[in-house]
């Protein structure tokens, strides 16, 4: 399948509760085995947008994982749903899954059993279960700590690579964004709209707004986030 192949195309789209507008006019394309990231500040409607992308309202925390259920159980539950697979069928591809995010061996293991980073990954396991085209994700890197933020990034990279999925991710950590983004949009909370779409490396580089670039330097005076 070419790059350029579009996999989600969002022209015009306004967002709103009630009367209250949230964002208006977005433009842009999700290409094809691209990692697309929604950035910007705080409260300007990243999470909205990727639930409207979905059409599905944002799940619980935890990895969206059921406390009660093992990895296992959790991994297989959309393969119950929504296949004919044998129960041995769906033991081999839950095991199979759960390796690729590196956690074989741990099928019997209960979210409450392991470390955040973990249940990310048990999280993504599930997600790639029934084998989707296009995997979604809102601040995987949210209560990780540094390293297991960069663990997790460079395994969306690696699926990525590997099953060739589209990936769309929320996340406001310049870490991730500059790791694994290969193109994005930033939402202002100010003038409700899109106001940059692109790489982030290109804006960072060439962008003329104030607010984009602030945004992708933050903590660069103080010595902190280095772009390499």
Wanted: charged share 25%; proline share 4%.
């Amino acid at each position: 399948m070419s790059v350029t192949d579009a996999r989600i195309t969002v022209r015009d789209l306004d967002m709103r509760y009630g009367e209250r507008v949230i964002q208006r006019d977005l433009n842009f394309t999700v290409r094809a085995g691209e990692i697309f990231v929604i950035m910007g500040g705080s409260g300007c409607g990243k999470s909205t947008l990727l639930r409207h992308l979905i059409g599905l309202v944002h799940p619980a925390q935890s990895g969206a994982l059921w406390s009660s259920l093992t990895l296992a159980e959790n991994v297989g539950l959309p393969l119950g749903e929504y296949t004919r697979l044998t129960a041995a069928e769906i033991a081999e591809l839950v095991s199979l899954k759960l390796a690729l995010v590196g956690l074989a061996g741990f099928e019997e293991f209960y979210p409450s059993e392991i470390s955040g980073g973990m249940r990310k990954r048990a999280g993504l396991a599930r997600a790639m279960a029934l084998d989707p085209d296009i995997l979604f994700f809102d601040e995987p890197s949210a209560g990780l700590d540094p390293i297991s933020s960069k663990l997790l990034d460079d395994l969306i990279l690696e699926l990525r690579d590997s099953l060739g999925a589209t990936v769309v991710i929320v996340t406001h950590e310049l870490a991730s964004i500059f790791a694994i983004a290969g193109n994005c949009v930033f939402l202002d909370a100010e003038t409700k709209t899109m106001i940059a779409t692109g790489n982030p490396r290109d804006l960072l580089e060439h962008s003329a707004d104030p607010k984009v670039r602030r945004f992708l330097t933050r903590g660069e005076s103080d010595g902190g986030t280095q772009h390499g």
